[in-house]
């Protein structure tokens, strides 16, 4: 093969840019010169340069003459005299294939879009039910791609090999689209512009498409689609892969300006990093509060979680029973009864798949009493086969409810397990005409800062480590509830623990004691050094219960009731309540988010339920920002909040997503986001593509000021919501390869975006910032590839770059490496020194990686 010059391809791409007549077989007034890049003749080529008629000719003389259909029409050309329009709707065909799409092939287009959201498909083959190609702009990424399905179906439609572009397109500018079938190579691979910039694998399954050729439209689910809003150039098909130097000629540029680079502009400012990007996001799912991040040991100690005694049991020969006859008070109204047949009969209860017991540690206990009973009550954690590691005993019990508190100290010779339960026993004046009730019956270990009624120290420590810069909370799905009456109803959440009733937590299948209640959260806010985001309450629950009208007014009411908790001083009503609570001084609050993912709300009331809200706080509270769950028409929100699922490979293509964003639409708060893989945590495979969409948010934290991943936490014996950053079992907890990947990008960046280009890497997603101040650069790499990628790096705009540097690596060896519970570390970051740095060096990133390169390159 012959190399084309930089001035043959202008010429070229002026004159006869597609023409065959750069191959060998071309006229010989037409053969390229010896440096030219040889392009074997294409199976079809349409040149749109008719301007007039319905028919386009194929200028290969192979006579796959095109139909343009509905509004089809001619437009402004990037070569010859037009283009085909299919912007005002309307495609071009021939009824049948151009290329054998089993064996090896290519198509090209060039292609200037009117619009650039949504799926357009470019060019296609029709099979019976799905187009064999898909040469495209995709919509849950929004960047271009040569997409093929492995059936003629949608069955398989997630198993779609998308070879994706790196970048957004934008509106009015002409691209280059190339896509390759290479079976020799197993891959199929999207060249924009003559580079490389995607390249998946394609081997097996269906591949033969029989039908139509269309030019401005796909074929799916049996029909077309995808109309495609863009001119369209000189499309052509090969019956041959076409290789990277020949897609660099097709496209009119230099094959030597195609190769890898990764080229990071110091000169440039990019946006600034919003400080408000990374956050947290907690509700109550998994038993992520119960039995989770809430220290309570005790499971159902109200006993108001249902009609039996659930999670206790009788020790010794009592039986035991709900009451409703004896409640503690208006809040607890059900007790638990138990009847006694003979001294030491007790009580026992199983906690959260077992209660956690370590050497040399104070427990706290408590529990209400009463009964005819009279003597002392034990109080001990007990082993399975009957070991006590720590009792105490309380003072007699009386005829009346009585709070008895006590200290637990493990001895030294206690074990490390979660095999343990908690008794409450009769002594040996117990007898069986004697009937005890017990109330809230509770038992915290140490807490996180040591705050009573407090937090699990290991779980809270995480979130700390991720320096949140909020906590969105309480919900989701927990903060509505399945029906209005489970809803998270906070004034049932503040106050004394036993004065809390709890309720049933519908969405996700437990009972809440609300013992994480308002409070709680603030005080972990406090903690954890970030701010509050608050959700409230808007009127709609989860199965499609909702109010309007004067029904509304008092669920309004509970929400600027609950904005005074949070920031009244203590003259106002609910501010002195919140200091009664013990909490004087007021918490700040910017943000306050209406509701939850109304989109699900099909009645459409969120327009009136967000107005009603909007009305009231902004009234009072004119400085608070309001965030919007889905987009509404009559009042203005500050924020949007978007929410992403998705599988990792839709997040690694999807990075690009708010790169061509009308930056004048309101603001993003993206509040939930997880890659779809590995159960109860993400694998390797979810960490990259978190990572690679984390690097989208973060260059584009002028359009997306907040972010925060979901779900936090499982309980790994109740994995409800399968992936989750977090894991647990009643002892100890680990960080999935996702908290890590999210960690190392918050913990290492800069507070300026630098543009970055990944040029003919596919498979890698980046971001750089840096400090203006000291000229730091923090340069995130993602390489989803299962190879090393050598890459040439260069740092514009630097008057140097220091030759040493240090790089945070997170990296595995398979897709499917994952940390559990009993291997908790297999992939953590590690960082090491890097040497021989200088404004162009070439880094090798290692397959599967994460990798932050902090550089110093002072301008
Ligand atoms: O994060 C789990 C759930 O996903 C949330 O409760 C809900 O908002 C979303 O649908």
Known sequence: ?????????????????????????????????????????????????????TTAADASGNGNTLTLTGKAAWGAAKSGAYSLDTTPTGYAEHDSAVVDTSA?????????????????????????????????LRADTGTFAFTRLPTDSTDANTAAAVAGATFAPETGTWYHLLG???????????????????????????????????????????????????????????????????????????????????????????????????????????????????????????????????????????????????????????????????????ISNEGFWGIPVRPRTTYRASLRAKGTYRGRLTVALTGKDGTVYATGTTKPVTGDWTRYDLKLRTTAAAPTTSAATLTVTTGSSASSSDTLWFSNVSLFPPTYKNRPNGLRPDLAEKLAALNPKFLRFPGGNYLEG??????????????????RPGHQNSAWGYWSTDGLGLLEYLELTEDLGCAPLLCVFAGYALHGEHVTGDALKPFVQDALDEIEYLTGDTTTPWGARRAADGHPKPFPLTYVEIGNEDWFDTSGSYEERYAAFHDAIKAA??????????????????????????????????????????????????????????????????????????????????????????????????????????????????????????QILRTHQGTVVAPTTARALPGLNTVTTRDPGTGRLYAAVVNFGSVPRTTPVEITGARRVRATGRATVLSGTSLSDTNTLTDPEKLIPRTHRITNLSTTFTYTFPPYSVTVLELDAPR
């Open 1 to 53: 093969m012959t190399r084309i010059s930089r001035r043959t391809l202008i010429a070229a791409a002026g004159a006869a840019p597609f023409a065959y007549a750069l191959a060998g077989a071309a006229p010989a007034s037409a053969a390229p010169t010896a440096e030219a890049v040889a392009l074997p003749a294409p199976t079809a080529h349409w040149a749109f340069d008719e301007g007039a008629g």
């Open 104 to 136: 090896a092939f290519s198509v090209a287009a060039w292609v200037r879009l009117a619009r650039n959201d949504g799926y357009q498909t470019f060019v296609s083959a029709d099979g019976a039910a799905v187009s064999a190609f898909f040469l495209q």
């Open 180 to 346: 390759v079938d290479d079976p020799s190579a197993g891959t199929i691979r999207l060249y924009v512009d003559g580079v490389l910039e995607g390249e998946a694998a394609y081997t097996s399954g269906w591949k033969n498409a029989s039908g139509t050729t269309a030019v401005g439209r796909g074929f799916y689910g049996g029909a077309k689609v995808d109309q495609a809003y863009a001119l369209i150039d000189e499309a052509s098909l090969y019956a041959i892969a076409l290789t990277a130097d020949q897609a660099a000629a097709l496209a009119g540029v230099d094959p030597a300006d195609t190769a890898p680079l990764l080229s990071i502009d110091t000169a440039t400012a990019g946006p600034t990093v919003s400080p408000d990007l990374g956050g947290i996001f907690f509700e109550d799912i998994n038993h992520s509060g119960e039995g989770g991040l809430y220290a309570e040991l005790v499971n159902n100690r109200s006993f108001m979680a249902a009609a039996t005694p659930l999670h206790w049991s009788a020790t010794g020969a009592g039986t035991i029973t709900i009451d409703t006859s004896t409640p503690l008070n208006t809040a607890l109204t059900q007790s638990l009864k138990l009847t006694v047949t003979a001294p030491g009969d007790g």
């Open 482 to 499: 399945n029906v209005i009456a489970d809803r998270f109803d906070w004034k049932k959440t503040i106050g004394p623990v036993e004065e």
């Open 621 to 742: 509270h004119p400085h608070l920002k309001l965030i919007a769950t889905t987009p509404v028409a009559s009042r203005p929100y500050d924020l949007i909040d978007e929410h992403y699922y998705q599988s990792p490979s839709a997040f690694q293509h999807g990075a690009h997503k708010y790169d061509n964003r009308d930056r004048t639409t309101p603001k993003v708060f993206v509040g939930e986001w997880a890659s779809q893989s590995g159960r109860p945590t993400p694998d390797l495979n979810a960490a990259l593509g978190d990572a690679s969409w984390l690097t989208g948010l973060i260059r584009n934290s002028d359009q997306v000021l907040m972010e925060s991943y979901a779900p936090l936490f499982s309980h790994v014996s109740n994995n409800v919501w399968a992936t989750n950053l977090i894991a647990y079992d009643a002892l100890t907890s680990y960080n999935s390869p996702s908290y890590y990947a999210q």
